[in-house]
Protein backbone atom coordinates (compact mmCIF):
# COMPACT_ATOMS: atom_id res chain seq x y z
CA UNK A 1 0.00 0.00 0.00
CA UNK A 2 1.84 3.15 -1.27
CA UNK A 3 0.15 5.21 1.71
CA UNK A 4 1.92 2.99 4.21
CA UNK A 5 5.40 3.37 2.45
CA UNK A 6 4.90 6.67 2.61
CA UNK A 7 4.24 7.10 6.46
CA UNK A 8 6.64 4.03 7.16
CA UNK A 9 9.70 6.32 5.31
CA UNK A 10 8.47 9.63 7.17
CA UNK A 11 8.41 7.62 10.54
CA UNK A 12 12.21 6.57 9.42
CA UNK A 13 13.44 9.94 8.84
CA UNK A 14 11.73 11.43 11.85
CA UNK A 15 13.30 8.68 14.17
CA UNK A 16 16.76 8.51 12.48
CA UNK A 17 16.75 12.44 13.28
CA UNK A 18 15.85 12.03 16.93
CA UNK A 19 18.71 9.26 17.15
CA UNK A 20 21.08 11.61 15.35
CA UNK A 21 20.49 14.62 17.41
CA UNK A 22 21.18 12.41 20.94
CA UNK A 23 24.14 11.14 19.22
CA UNK A 24 25.55 15.17 19.26
CA UNK A 25 24.13 15.37 23.04
CA UNK A 26 25.84 12.35 24.36
CA UNK A 27 29.45 11.99 24.65
CA UNK A 28 30.10 7.68 23.77
CA UNK A 29 34.10 7.63 24.93
CA UNK A 30 33.55 4.68 27.45
CA UNK A 31 32.08 2.57 25.13
CA UNK A 32 34.26 3.70 22.07
CA UNK A 33 37.18 2.58 24.37
CA UNK A 34 35.58 -0.86 25.37
CA UNK A 35 35.46 -1.34 21.29
CA UNK A 36 31.63 -0.61 21.02
CA UNK A 37 30.48 1.03 18.10
CA UNK A 38 27.72 3.39 18.37
CA UNK A 39 25.82 4.45 15.18
CA UNK A 40 22.73 5.24 14.38
CA UNK A 41 20.56 1.67 14.31
CA UNK A 42 18.32 3.49 11.29
CA UNK A 43 21.38 3.78 8.57
CA UNK A 44 21.08 0.29 7.15
CA UNK A 45 17.26 0.26 7.18
CA UNK A 46 15.90 0.74 3.77
CA UNK A 47 13.13 2.54 2.49
CA UNK A 48 9.87 1.53 1.01
CA UNK A 49 9.68 2.23 -2.61
CA UNK A 50 7.13 4.75 -2.79
CA UNK A 51 6.16 4.33 -6.53
CA UNK A 52 4.32 8.05 -7.04
CA UNK A 53 1.19 7.91 -9.05
CA UNK A 54 0.95 11.60 -9.50
CA UNK A 55 0.55 13.43 -13.21
CA UNK A 56 -0.73 16.51 -14.93
CA UNK A 57 -3.58 16.60 -16.56
CA UNK A 58 -2.92 17.98 -20.86
CA UNK A 59 -4.61 21.04 -21.83
CA UNK A 60 -7.07 18.19 -23.92
CA UNK A 61 -7.50 16.73 -20.64
CA UNK A 62 -8.50 19.66 -18.90
CA UNK A 63 -10.87 21.40 -21.33
CA UNK A 64 -12.58 17.89 -21.24
CA UNK A 65 -12.88 17.75 -17.65
CA UNK A 66 -13.99 21.37 -17.37
CA UNK A 67 -16.68 20.67 -20.11
CA UNK A 68 -18.42 17.38 -19.32
CA UNK A 69 -18.38 18.13 -15.81
CA UNK A 70 -22.10 18.92 -15.73
CA UNK A 71 -23.46 15.91 -17.23
CA UNK A 72 -20.65 13.34 -15.83
CA UNK A 73 -23.03 12.51 -12.87
CA UNK A 74 -20.95 13.98 -10.51
CA UNK A 75 -22.54 16.02 -7.33
CA UNK A 76 -22.80 19.71 -7.97
CA UNK A 77 -20.48 20.20 -4.76
CA UNK A 78 -17.67 17.31 -5.42
CA UNK A 79 -17.36 18.72 -9.01
CA UNK A 80 -16.89 22.00 -7.49
CA UNK A 81 -14.22 20.51 -5.34
CA UNK A 82 -12.30 19.41 -8.39
CA UNK A 83 -12.52 23.48 -10.22
CA UNK A 84 -11.66 24.81 -6.74
CA UNK A 85 -8.21 22.45 -6.45
CA UNK A 86 -7.74 23.28 -10.18
CA UNK A 87 -8.39 26.91 -10.00
CA UNK A 88 -6.94 27.76 -6.91
CA UNK A 89 -3.57 24.76 -6.83
CA UNK A 90 -4.89 23.48 -3.35
CA UNK A 91 -4.62 20.70 -1.58
CA UNK A 92 -8.19 18.58 -2.00
CA UNK A 93 -8.31 18.67 1.98
CA UNK A 94 -7.67 22.54 2.10
CA UNK A 95 -10.68 22.94 -0.11
CA UNK A 96 -12.71 20.57 1.60
CA UNK A 97 -12.54 23.13 4.76
CA UNK A 98 -12.76 25.86 3.52
CA UNK A 99 -15.34 28.41 5.47
CA UNK A 100 -17.52 31.62 4.35
CA UNK A 101 -15.98 33.80 6.65
CA UNK A 102 -12.08 32.91 5.11
CA UNK A 103 -13.26 34.92 2.07
CA UNK A 104 -12.82 38.82 2.83
CA UNK A 105 -12.12 42.33 1.18
CA UNK A 106 -8.36 43.40 1.54
CA UNK A 107 -6.05 45.54 -0.27
CA UNK A 108 -3.44 43.88 -2.31
CA UNK A 109 -0.23 44.89 -4.01
CA UNK A 110 -0.79 44.26 -7.85
CA UNK A 111 2.40 46.17 -9.30
CA UNK A 112 4.50 49.08 -9.21
CA UNK A 113 4.26 52.47 -10.86
CA UNK A 114 6.71 53.95 -13.16
CA UNK A 115 8.13 55.59 -9.91
CA UNK A 116 8.83 52.33 -8.18
CA UNK A 117 5.39 53.27 -5.80
CA UNK A 118 3.23 50.17 -5.24
CA UNK A 119 -0.11 50.10 -7.46
CA UNK A 120 -2.55 48.63 -4.87
CA UNK A 121 -6.09 46.89 -5.80
CA UNK A 122 -9.32 46.46 -3.67
CA UNK A 123 -9.54 42.52 -3.83
CA UNK A 124 -11.69 39.34 -2.45
CA UNK A 125 -9.32 37.23 -1.13
CA UNK A 126 -9.17 33.59 0.73
CA UNK A 127 -7.35 32.80 3.61
CA UNK A 128 -5.98 29.59 4.22
CA UNK A 129 -4.90 29.67 7.60
CA UNK A 130 -4.82 25.45 8.09
CA UNK A 131 -2.02 24.06 6.01
CA UNK A 132 0.44 21.87 5.95
CA UNK A 133 3.13 24.26 7.06
CA UNK A 134 1.08 25.77 9.59
CA UNK A 135 1.32 29.27 8.03
CA UNK A 136 -1.79 31.63 6.58
CA UNK A 137 -2.03 31.56 2.92
CA UNK A 138 -3.98 34.98 1.80
CA UNK A 139 -5.10 34.55 -1.96
CA UNK A 140 -6.72 36.93 -4.50
CA UNK A 141 -9.44 35.32 -6.21
CA UNK A 142 -10.27 35.49 -9.84
CA UNK A 143 -13.95 35.72 -10.97
CA UNK A 144 -14.23 31.85 -12.02
CA UNK A 145 -13.83 31.21 -7.96
CA UNK A 146 -15.87 33.92 -7.00
CA UNK A 147 -18.76 32.85 -8.93
CA UNK A 148 -18.28 29.17 -7.43
CA UNK A 149 -18.12 30.51 -3.85
CA UNK A 150 -21.49 32.36 -4.93
CA UNK A 151 -23.09 28.98 -5.83
CA UNK A 152 -21.87 27.62 -2.78
CA UNK A 153 -23.32 30.11 -0.92
CA UNK A 154 -26.83 29.98 -2.52
CA UNK A 155 -26.76 26.21 -2.23
CA UNK A 156 -25.19 25.91 1.66
CA UNK A 157 -26.67 26.78 4.99
CA UNK A 158 -23.27 25.70 6.55
CA UNK A 159 -20.39 27.88 7.42
CA UNK A 160 -18.45 25.54 5.01
CA UNK A 161 -18.73 26.18 1.46
CA UNK A 162 -18.70 22.27 1.24
CA UNK A 163 -20.80 20.61 4.03
CA UNK A 164 -21.24 17.15 5.13
CA UNK A 165 -24.14 15.59 3.60
CA UNK A 166 -25.28 14.34 6.80
CA UNK A 167 -23.80 16.62 9.13
CA UNK A 168 -23.66 20.16 7.95
CA UNK A 169 -22.07 21.39 11.02
CA UNK A 170 -18.68 19.55 9.35
CA UNK A 171 -17.18 19.79 5.96
CA UNK A 172 -17.02 17.69 3.25
CA UNK A 173 -14.57 14.82 4.23
CA UNK A 174 -11.17 14.43 1.07
CA UNK A 175 -12.33 10.72 1.09
CA UNK A 176 -15.02 11.49 -0.60
CA UNK A 177 -13.63 12.77 -3.39
CA UNK A 178 -11.95 9.66 -5.06
CA UNK A 179 -14.69 7.80 -6.00
CA UNK A 180 -17.15 9.65 -7.83
CA UNK A 181 -13.99 10.53 -10.06
CA UNK A 182 -13.05 7.19 -10.65
CA UNK A 183 -16.82 6.20 -11.71
CA UNK A 184 -17.18 9.21 -13.85
CA UNK A 185 -13.84 8.99 -15.93
CA UNK A 186 -15.83 7.49 -19.14
CA UNK A 187 -18.31 10.38 -19.22
CA UNK A 188 -14.92 13.20 -18.64
CA UNK A 189 -13.04 11.70 -21.18
CA UNK A 190 -9.85 11.66 -19.58
CA UNK A 191 -7.10 8.93 -18.50
CA UNK A 192 -7.81 7.86 -14.95
CA UNK A 193 -6.30 10.61 -12.16
CA UNK A 194 -6.98 11.82 -8.42
CA UNK A 195 -7.89 14.30 -6.95
CA UNK A 196 -4.95 15.69 -5.95
CA UNK A 197 -3.23 15.63 -9.31
CA UNK A 198 -5.58 18.48 -10.19
CA UNK A 199 -2.93 20.48 -7.97
CA UNK A 200 -0.42 19.03 -9.95
CA UNK A 201 -2.14 20.30 -13.14
CA UNK A 202 -2.03 23.16 -11.95
CA UNK A 203 2.14 23.71 -10.95
CA UNK A 204 2.49 22.55 -14.21
CA UNK A 205 -0.07 25.08 -15.83
CA UNK A 206 1.75 28.29 -13.90
CA UNK A 207 5.14 26.92 -15.49
CA UNK A 208 3.96 27.54 -18.98
CA UNK A 209 2.73 30.53 -18.12
CA UNK A 210 4.84 33.53 -19.91
CA UNK A 211 4.08 37.37 -19.54
CA UNK A 212 4.15 39.81 -22.35
CA UNK A 213 8.16 40.25 -21.64
CA UNK A 214 8.61 36.73 -21.91
CA UNK A 215 9.01 36.00 -17.83
CA UNK A 216 7.97 32.84 -16.14
CA UNK A 217 6.40 32.74 -12.98
CA UNK A 218 9.20 32.69 -10.30
CA UNK A 219 10.06 29.79 -8.18
CA UNK A 220 9.46 32.39 -5.28
CA UNK A 221 5.84 33.03 -6.79
CA UNK A 222 4.74 29.38 -7.15
CA UNK A 223 5.95 28.72 -3.54
CA UNK A 224 3.64 31.63 -1.95
CA UNK A 225 0.85 30.36 -4.28
CA UNK A 226 1.67 26.74 -3.25
CA UNK A 227 1.92 27.77 0.61
CA UNK A 228 5.43 26.20 0.39
CA UNK A 229 8.48 27.87 2.31
CA UNK A 230 10.62 25.26 -0.03
CA UNK A 231 10.20 25.89 -3.85
CA UNK A 232 11.05 22.33 -4.59
CA UNK A 233 8.13 20.86 -2.72
CA UNK A 234 4.73 20.22 -4.29
Known amino acids: DRGKHIQRNRALAYLSRVYSWGFDETKFDELEEEGIEVRNPCVNLKKAAEDSRERALDDVEIRNLLKNLPDSGIRDDIADVYRLILLLAARPGEVCRIRFDQ ?15 DITQ ?25 DIIERRRKASSSEYL ?12 EDALSKPLKDALPKLKTLPFRPHDLRGTAVTAMSNVVDDNGQKISQFLKARILNHKDSSVT
Open 103 to 117: IKDAEIVTGRDANGQ
Open 162 to 173: FPAPADPKRHLR
Open 122 to 146: QLKVLELPETKKGTTLVQPLCEQVL
